[in-house]
């Protein structure tokens, strides 16, 4: 059964970059099926997909993000990761990894999600 | 950006009601949309997705319809486990767009 966990620092200063992992089990992250990535809740709000990555390299990103964002997945390790800069207290949120299927558009699996403090 | 706006925000009801939660697209997408239930503290559920198709396991008290820009989510009698916040989002087109939910309360 396919399960994903976060990992990854709950508090975080201003101006740093944030880096998440997520440990994907009970299925391989080569499955061709599904897309890997990762979307935020801020504490209290919605929900607001970030980034994907495929298993080919492919990714894709909001653009309200794009140019802070990256994601990528390590094969070997089952593993795939979300980079975050620039980071400001707008920023603070649940992130969820999750694992998507539909041409990447579904959410169909969710970590438990993790949350990050943007805070001095 | 496809817009997605839920209706009501915040519905009260009782045990044993009918409840109908609306999303609103901002451009049409034929079925491509996606509803979830979320609980304080977890992570949101899949409940439906290509606007009507139930996910396994999940309540048959749970349907989905509609097409283009106007979406429905019903849940015909409520029981005490569905009150939840319930969020709708599109997967036709990047960036992938969620609802802003509704909170369904007692």
């Known amino acids: 059964q396919l399960q994903l966990q976060e990992s990854g620092p709950e508090l975080v200063k201003p101006s740093e970059t944030l880096s998440l992992t997520c440990s994907v089990s009970?299925?391989?992250?080569?499955?061709?099926?599904?897309?890997w990535g990762w979307i935020r809740q801020p504490p209290g709000r919605g929900l607001e997909w970030v980034a994907s990555v495929y298993y080919s390299g492919s990714t894709h990103y909001n653009p309200s993000l794009q140019s802070r964002v990256s994601v990528s997945a390590d094969m070997s390790k089952n593993q795939f990761s979300l980079e975050l800069n620039s980071l400001t207290a707008a920023d603070t949120a649940v992130y969820f990894c999750?694992?998507?299927?539909?041409?990447?558009?579904?959410?169909?699996?969710w970590g438990q999600g993790t949350l990050v403090t943007v805070s001095s | 950006d496809i817009q997605m706006t839920q209706s009501p925000s915040t519905l009260s009801a009782s045990v044993g009601d009918r409840v109908t939660i609306t999303c609103r697209a901002s451009?049409?997408?034929?079925?491509?949309l996606a509803w979830f239930q979320q609980k304080p503290g977890s992570a949101p559920k899949l409940l439906i997705h290509?606007?009507?198709i139930l996910e396994s396991g999940v309540s048959s008290n749970f349907s989905g319809s509609g097409s283009g820009t106007e979406f429905t989510l019903t849940i015909n009698s409520l029981q005490p486990d569905d009150f939840a916040t319930y969020y709708c989002?599109?997967?036709?087109?990047?960036?992938?767009?969620f609802g802003q939910g509704t909170k369904v309360e007692i």
């Open positions: 451009q049409s997408f034929q079925t491509w």
């Open positions: 989002q599109q997967y036709y087109i990047y960036p992938w767009t």
């Open positions: 290509k606007a009507s």
């Open positions: 009970g299925d391989s992250l080569s499955n061709s099926a599904y897309y």
């Open positions: 999750v694992g998507l299927r539909q041409f990447g558009g579904l959410p169909v699996k």
